[in-house]
């Protein structure tokens, strides 16, 4: 079955480290998304894509960087992790959107990352 | 941007009562907007969804309504079960930002049984 996944599911690091979460979809989606969950904050958007090398900013993407090489994968690095930087991260697919139709995003199950 | 408020942040119900969960939104331009469920540890995965050009939809127990000249929507669970008990997400996205989703900060459910 097809299937969205992330890997690590856990993750602890250090300050100062970079760290590369792994987002991979077998549906042939064209749209990605990287978000980070927050109590208080809800589901916020990190980064984007829409196709393969194509990549754009969300939110709150300042410390976050992402590079999108085939239509499967979308990882998500953190170049210079910061305490502030604890969170759940979810990575998202979806079909490509045409003529207003809009299409539902499929969650990954997500990575809790912790920096200390 | 869009900016998307939902309220209350934590909802208790008796079993069998009904819930509500309410959102307002910001920009005019919106046009679809989806409701999440995310249970304990798991992944947030769709429940229901609504588009601009309709008032109101329904599945089973659970509905959406929107108001677009007030730019709020609103969630309603009807006869409600313990396995309702979740996080609950609005959304809101429009074609001026292809398919970004904006979401609320979530509402607490407890189903108390």
């Known amino acids: 079955d097809a299937e969205i996944t992330q890997s690590p599911r856990h993750k602890i690091t250090e300050t100062g480290r970079q760290v590369t979460l792994a987002c991979h979809q077998t549906?042939?989606?064209?749209?990605m998304f990287w978000y980070r969950q927050d109590l208080g904050h809800g589901l916020r958007l990190i980064h984007y894509?829409?196709?393969?090398?194509?990549?754009n900013k969300g939110e709150v993407s300042d410390g976050y960087s992402v590079s999108r090489s085939n239509t499967e994968d979308l990882p998500l690095t953190l170049e210079s992790a910061a305490s502030s930087q604890t969170s759940v991260y979810f990575c998202?697919?979806?079909?490509?959107?045409?003529?207003?139709?809009?299409?539902?995003?499929?969650f990954g199950p997500g990575t809790r990352l912790t920096v200390l | 941007g869009e900016n998307v408020e939902q309220h209350p942040s934590t909802l208790s119900v008796q079993e069998g009562d009904s819930a509500v969960i309410k959102c307002t939104y910001s920009d005019s331009a919106s046009n679809y907007f989806p409701w999440y469920k995310q249970e304990l540890g798991k992944r947030p995965q769709l429940i229901i969804d609504i588009r601009s050009n309709v008032g109101e939809k329904k599945d089973q127990r659970i509905a959406v309504t929107l108001n677009k000249t007030a730019k709020h929507f609103s969630l309603h669970i009807t006869e409600t079960q313990p396995e309702d008990s979740a996080v609950y997400f609005c959304a809101a996205s429009s074609l001026n930002t292809g398919n970004q989703f904006y979401f609320g900060t979530g509402t607490s459910l407890t189903v108390i049984p």
């Open positions: 998202a697919s979806s079909e490509s959107w045409l003529a207003g139709v809009y299409n539902e995003q499929f």
């Open positions: 894509s829409y196709g393969v090398h194509d990549t």
């Open positions: 549906w042939n989606h064209n749209n």
